[in-house]
Protein backbone atom coordinates (compact mmCIF):
# COMPACT_ATOMS: atom_id res chain seq x y z
CA UNK A 1 0.00 0.00 0.00
CA UNK A 2 1.40 3.21 -1.04
CA UNK A 3 1.30 6.31 1.37
CA UNK A 4 0.99 10.16 0.19
CA UNK A 5 3.41 12.12 2.30
CA UNK A 6 2.30 15.75 2.54
CA UNK A 7 4.81 18.33 3.50
CA UNK A 8 4.77 22.63 3.96
CA UNK A 9 4.94 24.10 0.77
CA UNK A 10 6.88 27.00 -0.01
CA UNK A 11 5.08 30.43 -1.36
CA UNK A 12 7.48 32.05 -3.61
CA UNK A 13 6.90 34.33 -6.90
CA UNK A 14 7.22 31.71 -9.37
CA UNK A 15 7.88 33.81 -12.21
CA UNK A 16 5.35 35.59 -13.91
CA UNK A 17 4.28 34.16 -17.26
CA UNK A 18 7.65 34.93 -19.25
CA UNK A 19 7.76 33.42 -22.62
CA UNK A 20 8.59 29.46 -22.03
CA UNK A 21 8.12 28.26 -18.10
CA UNK A 22 9.51 28.63 -14.97
CA UNK A 23 13.68 29.38 -15.46
CA UNK A 24 16.24 29.54 -12.83
CA UNK A 25 19.72 29.18 -11.89
CA UNK A 26 20.31 25.43 -10.83
CA UNK A 27 21.10 26.23 -7.46
CA UNK A 28 17.58 27.93 -6.74
CA UNK A 29 15.70 24.46 -8.41
CA UNK A 30 17.88 22.88 -5.32
CA UNK A 31 16.54 24.42 -2.46
CA UNK A 32 14.24 22.04 -0.40
CA UNK A 33 10.90 22.12 -1.80
CA UNK A 34 10.97 24.48 -4.47
CA UNK A 35 10.71 22.41 -7.47
CA UNK A 36 8.04 20.49 -5.67
CA UNK A 37 5.95 23.99 -4.81
CA UNK A 38 5.87 25.06 -8.28
CA UNK A 39 4.50 21.41 -9.60
CA UNK A 40 2.23 21.46 -6.47
CA UNK A 41 0.66 24.73 -7.64
CA UNK A 42 0.48 23.31 -11.58
CA UNK A 43 -1.28 20.50 -10.62
CA UNK A 44 -3.46 22.57 -7.91
CA UNK A 45 -4.64 24.54 -10.70
CA UNK A 46 -5.21 21.41 -13.40
CA UNK A 47 -8.59 19.63 -13.31
CA UNK A 48 -8.96 16.28 -11.14
CA UNK A 49 -6.09 13.82 -13.18
CA UNK A 50 -8.64 10.62 -12.80
CA UNK A 51 -8.11 8.78 -16.00
CA UNK A 52 -5.50 10.92 -17.32
CA UNK A 53 -2.29 10.58 -19.16
CA UNK A 54 0.84 12.33 -18.69
CA UNK A 55 4.19 12.61 -20.85
CA UNK A 56 7.71 13.85 -18.76
CA UNK A 57 10.89 14.31 -19.99
CA UNK A 58 13.57 16.67 -20.49
CA UNK A 59 16.72 17.94 -22.25
CA UNK A 60 18.72 15.63 -19.86
CA UNK A 61 20.69 18.38 -18.00
CA UNK A 62 21.80 18.75 -14.47
CA UNK A 63 19.24 18.08 -12.24
CA UNK A 64 17.29 16.34 -15.15
CA UNK A 65 16.63 13.22 -13.69
CA UNK A 66 16.38 14.30 -9.47
CA UNK A 67 13.55 16.17 -10.89
CA UNK A 68 11.84 13.73 -13.04
CA UNK A 69 11.59 11.10 -9.95
CA UNK A 70 10.27 14.17 -7.81
CA UNK A 71 7.34 14.70 -10.56
CA UNK A 72 6.84 11.05 -10.94
CA UNK A 73 6.03 10.90 -7.06
CA UNK A 74 4.12 13.62 -7.24
CA UNK A 75 2.13 13.06 -10.37
CA UNK A 76 1.10 9.96 -9.21
CA UNK A 77 -0.50 11.87 -5.50
CA UNK A 78 -2.63 13.59 -8.42
CA UNK A 79 -3.99 10.67 -9.33
CA UNK A 80 -2.97 10.27 -12.82
CA UNK A 81 -3.62 7.16 -14.33
CA UNK A 82 -0.64 6.50 -16.41
CA UNK A 83 2.55 8.93 -17.27
CA UNK A 84 4.61 8.33 -20.26
CA UNK A 85 8.13 9.14 -19.38
CA UNK A 86 11.33 8.80 -22.16
CA UNK A 87 14.16 6.93 -21.32
CA UNK A 88 16.67 7.96 -19.64
CA UNK A 89 14.39 10.98 -18.49
CA UNK A 90 14.58 12.16 -22.15
CA UNK A 91 12.85 14.34 -24.35
CA UNK A 92 13.30 17.03 -26.71
CA UNK A 93 10.56 19.43 -26.58
CA UNK A 94 9.12 18.81 -30.57
CA UNK A 95 9.23 15.15 -29.52
CA UNK A 96 7.51 16.15 -26.40
CA UNK A 97 4.87 17.69 -28.23
CA UNK A 98 4.95 14.01 -30.84
CA UNK A 99 4.15 11.90 -27.82
CA UNK A 100 1.92 14.09 -26.01
CA UNK A 101 -0.47 14.41 -28.91
CA UNK A 102 -0.32 10.70 -30.48
CA UNK A 103 -0.73 8.98 -26.74
CA UNK A 104 -3.95 11.21 -26.24
CA UNK A 105 -2.06 12.96 -23.13
CA UNK A 106 -3.94 15.24 -21.46
CA UNK A 107 -0.32 17.49 -21.19
CA UNK A 108 2.94 17.27 -20.41
CA UNK A 109 5.90 18.42 -18.30
CA UNK A 110 9.20 19.20 -19.65
CA UNK A 111 12.45 19.81 -18.49
CA UNK A 112 14.58 22.52 -20.04
CA UNK A 113 15.95 26.01 -20.12
CA UNK A 114 16.00 25.87 -23.64
CA UNK A 115 18.97 27.30 -25.22
CA UNK A 116 20.51 28.54 -21.78
CA UNK A 117 23.85 27.26 -20.27
CA UNK A 118 23.58 24.01 -17.97
CA UNK A 119 25.79 22.15 -15.45
CA UNK A 120 25.21 22.87 -11.52
CA UNK A 121 26.47 26.58 -12.12
CA UNK A 122 23.80 26.53 -15.02
CA UNK A 123 20.20 27.32 -15.76
CA UNK A 124 17.58 24.94 -15.18
CA UNK A 125 13.69 24.99 -16.41
CA UNK A 126 10.30 23.23 -16.30
CA UNK A 127 7.39 23.81 -18.50
CA UNK A 128 3.72 22.82 -18.91
CA UNK A 129 2.13 21.89 -22.25
CA UNK A 130 -1.49 21.38 -23.11
CA UNK A 131 -3.55 18.23 -24.65
CA UNK A 132 -2.24 19.81 -28.00
CA UNK A 133 1.19 19.25 -27.71
CA UNK A 134 1.66 22.86 -27.41
CA UNK A 135 2.77 25.20 -24.67
CA UNK A 136 0.37 26.31 -22.00
CA UNK A 137 -1.41 29.64 -22.66
CA UNK A 138 -1.36 32.74 -20.61
CA UNK A 139 -4.37 32.06 -18.79
CA UNK A 140 -3.04 28.87 -17.62
CA UNK A 141 0.54 29.93 -16.51
CA UNK A 142 -1.08 33.42 -14.82
CA UNK A 143 -3.31 30.86 -12.94
CA UNK A 144 0.07 28.97 -11.73
CA UNK A 145 1.90 32.07 -10.61
CA UNK A 146 -0.89 32.82 -8.72
CA UNK A 147 -1.20 29.37 -6.89
CA UNK A 148 2.64 29.94 -6.29
CA UNK A 149 1.62 32.81 -3.86
CA UNK A 150 -0.46 31.08 -2.26
CA UNK A 151 0.42 27.07 -2.03
CA UNK A 152 0.08 25.14 0.99
CA UNK A 153 0.94 21.82 0.61
CA UNK A 154 2.98 19.20 -1.45
CA UNK A 155 1.76 15.86 -2.07
CA UNK A 156 3.60 12.68 -2.87
CA UNK A 157 3.86 8.87 -3.04
CA UNK A 158 6.31 7.40 -0.61
CA UNK A 159 8.23 4.87 -3.02
CA UNK A 160 11.81 4.02 -4.54
CA UNK A 161 12.55 6.00 -7.56
CA UNK A 162 11.60 4.69 -10.51
CA UNK A 163 14.47 3.26 -12.74
CA UNK A 164 15.04 5.25 -16.23
CA UNK A 165 17.29 3.78 -17.95
CA UNK A 166 15.19 0.70 -20.01
CA UNK A 167 11.89 0.95 -21.50
CA UNK A 168 9.39 -0.72 -18.15
CA UNK A 169 6.73 0.15 -16.61
CA UNK A 170 6.41 0.75 -13.36
CA UNK A 171 3.31 0.77 -10.74
CA UNK A 172 3.58 3.85 -8.57
CA UNK A 173 0.36 3.72 -6.09
CA UNK A 174 -2.62 3.43 -8.94
CA UNK A 175 -0.33 5.16 -11.79
CA UNK A 176 1.06 3.48 -14.07
CA UNK A 177 4.97 4.76 -15.09
CA UNK A 178 5.97 3.48 -18.74
CA UNK A 179 9.34 4.20 -19.80
CA UNK A 180 9.11 4.72 -23.41
CA UNK A 181 11.44 5.09 -26.22
CA UNK A 182 11.89 9.06 -26.70
CA UNK A 183 12.61 8.79 -30.21
CA UNK A 184 9.85 6.77 -31.90
CA UNK A 185 6.70 8.69 -31.99
CA UNK A 186 8.35 11.97 -33.14
CA UNK A 187 10.45 9.49 -36.17
CA UNK A 188 7.08 8.04 -36.88
CA UNK A 189 5.60 12.16 -37.34
CA UNK A 190 8.71 13.10 -39.61
CA UNK A 191 8.45 10.13 -41.20
CA UNK A 192 4.65 11.12 -42.32
CA UNK A 193 5.97 14.53 -43.96
CA UNK A 194 8.98 13.96 -46.00
CA UNK A 195 10.26 12.01 -48.47
CA UNK A 196 12.66 9.90 -46.93
CA UNK A 197 13.47 8.17 -50.30
CA UNK A 198 15.08 11.37 -51.93
CA UNK A 199 16.78 12.40 -49.37
CA UNK A 200 18.50 8.82 -48.64
CA UNK A 201 19.34 9.53 -52.59
CA UNK A 202 21.11 12.74 -51.84
CA UNK A 203 23.29 11.10 -49.22
CA UNK A 204 23.92 8.62 -51.14
CA UNK A 205 24.84 10.74 -53.79
CA UNK A 206 27.76 11.97 -51.26
CA UNK A 207 26.51 15.04 -50.17
CA UNK A 208 27.79 16.10 -46.65
CA UNK A 209 25.95 17.67 -43.75
CA UNK A 210 27.54 18.65 -40.44
CA UNK A 211 24.90 18.52 -37.94
CA UNK A 212 26.12 19.77 -34.69
CA UNK A 213 23.93 18.94 -32.02
CA UNK A 214 25.60 21.03 -29.30
CA UNK A 215 26.25 17.83 -26.33
CA UNK A 216 22.41 18.49 -26.33
CA UNK A 217 19.59 16.63 -26.42
CA UNK A 218 18.74 16.67 -30.20
CA UNK A 219 21.69 14.43 -30.40
CA UNK A 220 19.86 10.77 -30.44
CA UNK A 221 17.10 12.08 -32.39
CA UNK A 222 19.31 13.63 -35.20
CA UNK A 223 22.06 9.68 -35.37
CA UNK A 224 18.84 8.20 -35.59
CA UNK A 225 16.91 9.59 -38.05
CA UNK A 226 20.19 11.43 -40.02
CA UNK A 227 22.84 8.46 -39.95
CA UNK A 228 20.41 5.61 -38.82
CA UNK A 229 17.60 5.75 -41.60
CA UNK A 230 18.51 8.27 -44.31
CA UNK A 231 22.20 6.67 -44.61
CA UNK A 232 23.97 9.72 -44.15
CA UNK A 233 27.32 8.66 -43.12
CA UNK A 234 28.63 7.98 -39.63
CA UNK A 235 30.22 11.04 -38.23
CA UNK A 236 27.80 13.57 -39.62
CA UNK A 237 26.24 14.54 -36.39
CA UNK A 238 28.67 15.84 -34.54
CA UNK A 239 28.74 16.83 -30.39
CA UNK A 240 25.70 13.97 -30.71
CA UNK A 241 25.93 12.29 -27.11
CA UNK A 242 23.97 14.50 -24.51
CA UNK A 243 26.05 15.67 -21.35
CA UNK A 244 24.86 17.01 -18.56
CA UNK A 245 26.93 20.58 -18.68
CA UNK A 246 26.20 20.10 -22.92
CA UNK A 247 30.24 19.88 -22.74
CA UNK A 248 30.72 23.27 -21.28
CA UNK A 249 29.05 25.06 -24.77
CA UNK A 250 26.17 27.45 -24.84
CA UNK A 251 23.57 25.49 -26.76
CA UNK A 252 22.17 28.50 -28.82
CA UNK A 253 21.86 27.65 -32.50
CA UNK A 254 23.11 31.33 -33.61
CA UNK A 255 26.08 31.58 -35.26
CA UNK A 256 27.95 33.31 -32.47
CA UNK A 257 27.23 30.05 -29.90
CA UNK A 258 27.69 27.80 -32.76
CA UNK A 259 31.03 29.33 -33.94
CA UNK A 260 32.58 26.10 -34.35
CA UNK A 261 29.97 25.11 -37.09
CA UNK A 262 30.48 28.54 -38.78
CA UNK A 263 34.08 27.71 -39.09
CA UNK A 264 33.65 23.85 -40.63
CA UNK A 265 31.49 25.93 -43.09
CA UNK A 266 33.89 28.19 -44.69
CA UNK A 267 36.53 27.22 -46.81
CA UNK A 268 36.67 25.34 -49.47
CA UNK A 269 36.40 21.85 -47.67
CA UNK A 270 33.45 22.72 -46.37
CA UNK A 271 30.47 20.31 -46.21
CA UNK A 272 27.17 21.42 -48.61
CA UNK A 273 25.13 22.23 -45.57
CA UNK A 274 25.98 22.90 -41.73
CA UNK A 275 23.24 22.30 -39.09
CA UNK A 276 22.62 23.00 -35.68
CA UNK A 277 20.06 22.43 -32.75
CA UNK A 278 19.55 24.14 -28.88
CA UNK A 279 19.53 22.29 -25.63
CA UNK A 280 16.07 20.94 -26.11
CA UNK A 281 16.07 20.47 -29.92
CA UNK A 282 13.35 22.88 -31.01
CA UNK A 283 15.45 26.03 -32.19
CA UNK A 284 17.67 25.59 -35.85
CA UNK A 285 20.24 26.91 -37.38
CA UNK A 286 20.65 26.33 -41.32
CA UNK A 287 24.01 27.26 -42.73
CA UNK A 288 25.23 26.97 -46.22
CA UNK A 289 28.90 27.13 -47.53
CA UNK A 290 30.21 30.64 -46.41
CA UNK A 291 26.15 30.98 -45.72
CA UNK A 292 24.56 31.98 -42.83
CA UNK A 293 20.57 31.81 -43.66
CA UNK A 294 18.63 34.06 -41.33
CA UNK A 295 15.55 32.41 -39.11
CA UNK A 296 13.04 34.46 -40.79
CA UNK A 297 14.75 34.14 -44.86
CA UNK A 298 14.27 30.11 -43.54
CA UNK A 299 10.29 30.61 -42.67
CA UNK A 300 9.87 32.69 -46.30
CA UNK A 301 11.95 29.78 -48.36
CA UNK A 302 10.28 27.39 -46.41
CA UNK A 303 6.73 28.91 -47.28
CA UNK A 304 7.75 29.12 -50.74
CA UNK A 305 8.56 26.16 -51.85
CA UNK A 306 6.20 24.18 -49.32
CA UNK A 307 4.21 22.33 -51.82
CA UNK A 308 7.45 20.51 -53.13
CA UNK A 309 7.24 18.57 -49.51
CA UNK A 310 5.11 15.56 -49.24
CA UNK A 311 3.62 16.69 -46.09
CA UNK A 312 2.79 20.35 -47.64
CA UNK A 313 1.56 18.97 -51.18
CA UNK A 314 -1.73 20.92 -50.86
CA UNK A 315 -0.17 23.77 -49.79
CA UNK A 316 -0.19 25.68 -46.70
CA UNK A 317 -3.27 27.48 -44.92
CA UNK A 318 -1.58 30.40 -44.06
CA UNK A 319 1.64 31.38 -41.95
CA UNK A 320 2.51 33.17 -39.10
CA UNK A 321 5.51 34.72 -37.29
CA UNK A 322 6.66 36.90 -34.42
CA UNK A 323 6.21 40.18 -34.41
CA UNK A 324 10.25 41.02 -34.02
CA UNK A 325 10.44 38.31 -37.03
CA UNK A 326 11.12 39.91 -40.45
CA UNK A 327 8.94 40.65 -42.84
CA UNK A 328 10.10 38.01 -45.78
CA UNK A 329 7.29 35.52 -44.73
CA UNK A 330 4.92 38.61 -45.55
CA UNK A 331 5.85 39.03 -49.26
CA UNK A 332 5.39 35.16 -49.81
CA UNK A 333 2.20 34.44 -48.16
CA UNK A 334 0.66 37.75 -50.02
CA UNK A 335 2.09 36.06 -53.49
CA UNK A 336 0.39 32.57 -52.17
CA UNK A 337 -2.72 34.47 -51.50
CA UNK A 338 -2.44 33.04 -48.28
CA UNK A 339 -3.17 34.66 -45.12
CA UNK A 340 -0.06 35.72 -42.88
CA UNK A 341 -0.44 36.21 -39.41
CA UNK A 342 2.22 38.72 -36.49
CA UNK A 343 1.98 37.45 -33.38
CA UNK A 344 3.86 38.21 -30.00
CA UNK A 345 7.64 36.48 -29.15
CA UNK A 346 6.66 32.96 -27.85
CA UNK A 347 5.38 29.90 -29.47
CA UNK A 348 2.35 29.34 -27.73
CA UNK A 349 0.93 32.07 -29.74
CA UNK A 350 0.72 29.84 -32.67
CA UNK A 351 -1.43 27.04 -30.92
CA UNK A 352 -4.62 28.42 -31.44
CA UNK A 353 -3.88 29.15 -35.06
CA UNK A 354 -2.35 25.78 -35.84
CA UNK A 355 -5.60 23.92 -34.07
CA UNK A 356 -7.76 26.74 -35.85
CA UNK A 357 -6.27 25.51 -39.41
CA UNK A 358 -5.74 29.27 -40.04
CA UNK A 359 -2.11 28.33 -40.52
CA UNK A 360 0.70 25.97 -41.31
CA UNK A 361 3.79 27.07 -40.90
CA UNK A 362 5.23 29.58 -38.16
CA UNK A 363 8.70 30.66 -37.36
CA UNK A 364 10.45 33.26 -35.32
CA UNK A 365 13.41 35.23 -35.61
CA UNK A 366 15.33 33.25 -32.53
CA UNK A 367 15.58 30.50 -34.30
CA UNK A 368 13.06 28.67 -34.32
CA UNK A 369 10.67 27.00 -37.19
CA UNK A 370 7.56 24.61 -37.04
CA UNK A 371 4.58 23.80 -38.74
CA UNK A 372 0.98 22.01 -37.59
CA UNK A 373 3.24 18.28 -36.98
CA UNK A 374 3.58 18.67 -33.52
CA UNK A 375 3.15 22.47 -31.15
CA UNK A 376 6.47 23.44 -30.59
CA UNK A 377 9.29 24.00 -32.95
CA UNK A 378 11.34 21.62 -34.45
CA UNK A 379 15.11 21.67 -34.70
CA UNK A 380 15.27 18.56 -36.81
CA UNK A 381 11.96 18.84 -38.56
CA UNK A 382 13.55 22.35 -40.46
CA UNK A 383 16.96 20.59 -41.14
CA UNK A 384 15.00 17.61 -42.71
CA UNK A 385 12.47 20.53 -44.48
CA UNK A 386 15.94 21.99 -46.23
CA UNK A 387 17.56 18.72 -46.73
CA UNK A 388 14.05 17.48 -48.70
CA UNK A 389 14.02 21.02 -50.86
CA UNK A 390 17.50 20.45 -51.73
CA UNK A 391 17.10 16.56 -52.64
CA UNK A 392 14.05 17.89 -54.59
CA UNK A 393 15.50 21.02 -56.28
CA UNK A 394 18.98 20.11 -57.12
CA UNK A 395 19.89 23.75 -55.63
CA UNK A 396 21.82 24.01 -52.62
CA UNK A 397 21.35 26.53 -49.46
CA UNK A 398 22.48 29.67 -51.17
CA UNK A 399 20.63 29.70 -54.17
CA UNK A 400 17.55 28.64 -52.40
CA UNK A 401 17.34 31.48 -50.69
CA UNK A 402 18.98 34.18 -53.24
CA UNK A 403 16.07 32.99 -55.14
CA UNK A 404 13.83 34.31 -52.73
CA UNK A 405 15.49 37.13 -52.61
CA UNK A 406 14.84 37.87 -56.44
CA UNK A 407 10.99 36.64 -56.01
CA UNK A 408 10.43 38.90 -53.27
CA UNK A 409 13.33 41.27 -51.98
CA UNK A 410 15.34 40.89 -49.36
CA UNK A 411 15.29 41.67 -45.35
CA UNK A 412 18.63 42.80 -44.19
CA UNK A 413 18.29 41.44 -40.43
CA UNK A 414 20.06 41.51 -37.53
CA UNK A 415 19.52 41.23 -33.84
CA UNK A 416 21.48 42.84 -31.31
CA UNK A 417 21.23 41.58 -27.33
CA UNK A 418 22.19 43.81 -24.50
CA UNK A 419 22.55 41.38 -21.69
CA UNK A 420 22.80 41.48 -18.08
CA UNK A 421 21.53 45.27 -17.56
CA UNK A 422 19.70 46.28 -14.58
CA UNK A 423 16.11 45.56 -14.09
CA UNK A 424 15.45 49.18 -13.43
CA UNK A 425 17.48 50.85 -16.11
CA UNK A 426 16.05 48.34 -18.84
CA UNK A 427 12.51 49.35 -17.46
CA UNK A 428 13.39 53.09 -17.49
CA UNK A 429 14.56 52.71 -21.21
CA UNK A 430 11.52 50.88 -22.39
CA UNK A 431 9.38 53.52 -20.18
CA UNK A 432 10.87 56.19 -22.01
CA UNK A 433 10.31 54.94 -25.54
CA UNK A 434 6.69 53.87 -24.86
CA UNK A 435 6.19 58.07 -23.21
CA UNK A 436 7.14 58.86 -26.91
CA UNK A 437 4.89 56.49 -28.95
CA UNK A 438 2.40 58.63 -29.69
CA UNK A 439 4.66 62.08 -30.98
CA UNK A 440 6.92 59.35 -33.30
CA UNK A 441 4.98 59.05 -36.74
CA UNK A 442 6.28 62.26 -39.27
CA UNK A 443 9.09 62.58 -37.23
CA UNK A 444 12.75 62.15 -38.80
CA UNK A 445 15.84 60.46 -37.28
CA UNK A 446 18.73 59.81 -39.09
CA UNK A 447 17.43 60.81 -42.52
CA UNK A 448 14.51 58.00 -42.48
CA UNK A 449 10.85 59.17 -41.62
CA UNK A 450 9.38 57.12 -38.90
CA UNK A 451 5.22 56.08 -40.71
CA UNK A 452 4.17 54.15 -37.30
CA UNK A 453 5.29 53.60 -33.78
CA UNK A 454 3.18 51.34 -31.11
CA UNK A 455 3.58 49.21 -28.60
CA UNK A 456 2.42 45.97 -29.99
CA UNK A 457 -0.71 44.60 -28.50
CA UNK A 458 -2.28 41.06 -30.11
CA UNK A 459 -5.94 40.22 -29.79
CA UNK A 460 -6.36 36.39 -30.54
CA UNK A 461 -8.22 35.96 -33.63
CA UNK A 462 -9.16 32.16 -32.21
CA UNK A 463 -10.33 32.86 -28.57
CA UNK A 464 -9.70 37.08 -28.18
CA UNK A 465 -7.67 36.94 -25.72
CA UNK A 466 -5.42 40.22 -25.52
CA UNK A 467 -1.72 40.45 -24.58
CA UNK A 468 -0.65 44.18 -24.90
CA UNK A 469 2.95 45.33 -23.95
CA UNK A 470 4.22 42.90 -26.07
CA UNK A 471 7.09 45.26 -27.61
CA UNK A 472 8.27 48.90 -29.38
CA UNK A 473 7.92 48.75 -32.88
CA UNK A 474 9.15 51.81 -35.11
CA UNK A 475 8.19 51.31 -38.36
CA UNK A 476 9.52 53.48 -41.20
CA UNK A 477 8.36 55.19 -44.72
CA UNK A 478 10.02 52.37 -46.71
CA UNK A 479 9.01 49.58 -44.21
CA UNK A 480 11.81 49.29 -42.38
CA UNK A 481 11.37 48.51 -38.93
CA UNK A 482 13.29 48.88 -35.29
CA UNK A 483 11.36 46.37 -32.67
CA UNK A 484 12.70 46.54 -28.96
CA UNK A 485 11.62 44.52 -26.27
CA UNK A 486 12.60 42.70 -23.18
CA UNK A 487 13.44 39.16 -22.97
CA UNK A 488 11.78 36.71 -21.29
CA UNK A 489 14.01 33.95 -21.18
CA UNK A 490 16.83 35.49 -19.07
CA UNK A 491 18.25 34.07 -15.84
CA UNK A 492 20.44 37.06 -15.21
CA UNK A 493 19.39 40.94 -14.90
CA UNK A 494 17.68 42.04 -18.17
CA UNK A 495 18.44 41.59 -21.58
CA UNK A 496 17.29 44.55 -24.12
CA UNK A 497 16.45 43.22 -27.64
CA UNK A 498 16.88 45.32 -30.09
CA UNK A 499 15.76 43.99 -33.71
CA UNK A 500 16.73 45.86 -36.88
CA UNK A 501 15.31 45.26 -40.37
CA UNK A 502 15.78 46.98 -43.22
CA UNK A 503 13.83 46.15 -46.72
CA UNK A 504 16.40 45.99 -49.97
CA UNK A 505 14.82 45.25 -53.19
CA UNK A 506 18.33 46.40 -55.57
CA UNK A 507 19.61 42.74 -56.41
CA UNK A 508 23.28 45.00 -56.78
CA UNK A 509 23.31 45.42 -53.24
CA UNK A 510 22.35 41.92 -51.89
CA UNK A 511 25.47 40.91 -51.20
CA UNK A 512 25.99 43.46 -49.08
CA UNK A 513 26.92 42.38 -45.30
CA UNK A 514 24.16 43.05 -43.24
CA UNK A 515 25.83 45.47 -40.59
CA UNK A 516 27.02 47.98 -43.64
CA UNK A 517 23.25 48.01 -44.39
CA UNK A 518 21.89 48.38 -40.63
CA UNK A 519 24.45 51.48 -39.59
CA UNK A 520 21.27 54.23 -40.02
CA UNK A 521 19.02 51.89 -38.18
CA UNK A 522 21.38 51.69 -34.88
CA UNK A 523 21.87 55.33 -35.04
CA UNK A 524 18.68 55.56 -35.11
CA UNK A 525 17.83 52.85 -32.17
CA UNK A 526 20.47 54.82 -30.57
CA UNK A 527 19.01 58.34 -30.55
CA UNK A 528 15.22 57.20 -30.14
CA UNK A 529 16.38 54.48 -27.11
CA UNK A 530 19.30 55.98 -25.40
CA UNK A 531 21.02 52.30 -25.13
CA UNK A 532 24.05 53.76 -24.20
CA UNK A 533 23.12 55.54 -21.44
CA UNK A 534 20.37 53.02 -19.59
CA UNK A 535 22.77 50.38 -20.14
CA UNK A 536 26.39 51.85 -19.97
CA UNK A 537 27.49 49.59 -22.69
CA UNK A 538 28.66 50.88 -26.02
CA UNK A 539 28.17 47.82 -27.93
CA UNK A 540 25.70 45.10 -27.77
CA UNK A 541 26.89 41.35 -25.75
CA UNK A 542 25.60 39.41 -28.89
CA UNK A 543 25.07 40.44 -32.52
CA UNK A 544 23.38 37.81 -34.55
C1 LIG B 1 11.25 30.83 -25.96
C2 LIG B 1 9.97 30.66 -26.69
C3 LIG B 1 10.12 31.21 -28.08
C4 LIG B 1 10.54 32.65 -28.03
C5 LIG B 1 11.77 32.81 -27.17
C6 LIG B 1 11.99 34.28 -26.94
O1 LIG B 1 12.23 30.10 -26.64
O2 LIG B 1 9.64 29.28 -26.77
O3 LIG B 1 8.92 31.06 -28.74
O4 LIG B 1 10.85 33.14 -29.28
O5 LIG B 1 11.57 32.19 -25.94
O6 LIG B 1 12.96 34.48 -26.03
P1 LIG B 1 13.21 35.91 -25.44
O7 LIG B 1 11.98 36.31 -24.68
O8 LIG B 1 14.42 35.71 -24.61
O9 LIG B 1 13.45 36.81 -26.62
P2 LIG B 1 12.98 28.88 -25.99
O10 LIG B 1 13.68 28.20 -27.13
O11 LIG B 1 13.90 29.54 -25.01
O12 LIG B 1 11.92 28.05 -25.33
Avoid at 198 to 204: E, H, I, K, Q, V
Avoid at 224 to 232: P, R, S, T, V, Y
Wanted: proline fraction near 5%; hydrophobic fraction near 40%.
Amino acid sequence: MIRIHTQPAIRFEGQRPGTSGLRKKVGVFQQPGYLESFVQSLFDVLPDATGKTLVLGGDGRFHNREAIQVILRMAAAKGYARVFVGRGGILSTPAASAVIRRRGASGGIVLSASHNPGGPDGDFGIKYNIANGGPAPESLTEAVHARTLEVEAIQCVEAPDVPLDSDAVVRLGATSVEVIDPVADYAEVLRGLFDFDAMRRLFASGFRLRMDAMCAVGGPYAKAILEGELGAPVGTVVNAQPLEDFGGMHPDPNPVHAADLIRHMSGPGAPDMGAATDGDADRNLIVGRNFVVTPSDSLAVLAMHARKVPGYRDGIAGVARSMPTSTAVDRVAAALGVACFETPTGWKFFGNLLDAGLITLCGEESYGTGSSHVREKDGLWAVLFWLNLIAVTGESIEPLVRGMWREYGRCVYSRHDYEGIATADAQALMAGLRDQLDALPGREVQGMRIAAADDFAYIDPVDGSVSRGQGVRVVFADGSRLVLRLSGTGTEGSTLRLYLERFENDASRYGMDASEQLGAMVRAAEELAQIRRWTGMDAPTVVT
